[in-house]
C-alpha cells in the first residue's frame, strides 16, 4: 500500500462512493425529514413483509436523516414521529 498527498479541493470534489440507498429507503429519509411536530405516519405491511424488517429499514433511514423517532409497531403496520426532545438536565453547582 503506497500513501500519497492529495488537495483537499480534489477530496472535497470527489465522488462519494458511499451505500447506494434502494427507492424505498430514499422514500423513507424524505418522508422523515417531511415530518413535523406533533405528526405521525404509518408504513402499512405489504405481503412477504415482515414488520421487523421495516422497523429496521426505517431505523436506519432515520440514522440517515439524522432524527430521532419514536417507533411503535401495532399490527400490520409500523407507526413512527418525530421523538420529543427532552430538554438537557444542569447540574447544580457545588457550593464551596
Do not use: C, H
Not at 488537495?7 to 413535523?36: C, K, M, W, Y
Request: aromatic letters at 2%.
Amino acid at each position: 500500500m503506497r500513501i500519497v498527498d492529495v488537495d483537499i479541493e480534489s477530496l472535497n470534489s470527489a465522488a462519494r462512493r458511499g451505500r447506494v440507498r434502494s427507492p424505498e429507503t430514499q422514500q423513507l429519509v424524505d418522508t422523515i425529514d417531511s415530518l413535523g411536530p406533533g405528526e405521525g405516519k404509518a408504513i402499512l405491511l405489504e405481503p412477504g413483509q415482515t414488520a421487523q424488517r421495516a422497523r429496521s429499514r426505517l431505523a436506519y433511514a432515520a440514522r440517515i436523516a439524522g432524527k430521532r423517532l419514536q417507533i411503535v409497531v401495532q399490527d400490520d403496520r409500523v407507526l413512527f414521529a418525530l421523538s420529543r426532545r427532552r430538554p438537557r438536565r444542569r447540574r447544580a453547582k457545588a457550593e464551596d
